[in-house]
């Protein structure tokens, strides 16, 4: 199978599947979702290591909305 | 990315995706208040983006390395059929790429650099006297779909064609002193494992330089040598002056 094709597949899986999960035990807080669709992502592209046309985008918005998550998680725990 | 490429399928999902995505994140948030409804647009948006960006084919990398050596092949069979062994000169485009002028007895460039340009365009030419190859080499091709503009400088242009359009090199270092021209490649991802096509053309990546000052500079191009060591090369030319 197309590599391409197989790496969009897998993300979409994983990532529909933390979605499902975290939605059966009532999960309410935002952060926890994009959290794992981070590490979800990350470790997929990691696997596949995909060509892509540009600068990875989402990778870029993932990696600053995690740093944002954890930052405000410190800021919590600190203040 | 080039705004003349078609949409692909990928590129058309990937932006109905993007725009399902902001707009579900947006209503779940405004109107249904609901968080797995807006990590199920995010997660459309990541899914757009991801679609967007993936290009639609790939040639796999062993397909390219075979068109590239098979290539080489028919270079190297010709330039070993005439018993070439005088350095290649790059030659600017007339009407279709760079070519190469192989002269195939040793003679003194500056004897026939004046009928460099005017050398009838056969597989065997007489320039000033002196029988020569014409061939098309490798990088020809490619800087001609590089689309180089004209007002491009020659240090942006290897950048341009060796780094980001082929690919060949990670890096690029040029210098000009006088009519000597040195280009230290660094990363060479390709190999030339033809002897005959690496001491007159110099090594792939070496011989599309070559193509590139010619194009730029606008006169012949003399390949003097090169070095190479693991994956760094450094290359010397000449260019020649008509007139």
Redesign the interface.
């Known amino acids: 199978m197309d590599r391409q094709k197989l790496y969009i597949e897998s993300l979409a899986i994983t990532l529909s599947l933390t979605t499902l999960c975290l939605t059966l035990i009532s999960e309410q807080r935002l952060e926890v979702y994009v959290s794992l669709f981070a590490v979800g992502y990350f470790a997929i592209t990691f696997l596949f290591r995909p060509r892509k046309r540009w600068i990875d985008l989402t990778g870029i918005g993932l990696f600053i909305s995690f740093c944002y998550i954890v930052a405000l998680q410190l800021l919590d725990i600190i203040l | 990315?080039k705004s003349s490429e078609n949409l692909s399928g990928?590129a058309v999902l990937g932006i109905l995706l993007i725009t399902v995505g902001i707009l579900f994140t947006v209503f779940s948030y405004l109107i249904l208040h609901s968080?797995?409804f807006?990590?199920?647009g995010?997660?459309c948006l990541?899914?757009g983006?991801?679609?967007a960006?993936?290009?639609e084919t790939?040639i796999p990398t062993n397909t390219v390395r075979a068109m590239i050596e098979a290539a080489c092949i028919n270079v190297e069979a010709l330039l070993e059929e005439y018993n070439a062994e005088e350095k290649a000169i790059y030659l600017p485009p007339s009407n279709d790429g760079v070519y190469c002028l192989v002269p195939l007895q040793k003679t003194p460039v500056n004897e026939i650099v004046e009928q460099l340009t005017d050398a009838p365009l056969k597989l065997v030419s007489k320039v000033g006297g002196t029988r020569s190859l014409i061939i098309y080499p490798l990088g020809s091709e490619g800087v001609r779909l590089s689309h180089l503009t004209e007002d491009v400088s020659v240090d942006d242009a290897l950048n341009e064609v060796l780094v980001r359009f082929l690919e060949y090199v990670e890096s690029i270092k040029f210098v000009q002193s006088g009519n000597v021209l040195l280009v230290e490649m660094k990363g060479s991802k390709i190999e030339t494992r033809f002897p005959r096509y690496r001491k007159i053309l110099g090594s792939i990546p070496t011989s599309v330089a070559g193509c590139v000052f010619a194009q730029i500079l606008k006169k012949p191009v003399s390949f003097i040598d090169e070095q190479s060591s693991g994956k760094e090369v450094v290359a010397r030319f000449e260019a020649l002056s008509i007139g």
């Open positions: 990315m990928y968080t797995p807006m990590a199920l995010i997660l990541i899914l983006l991801t679609n960006l993936v290009p790939l």
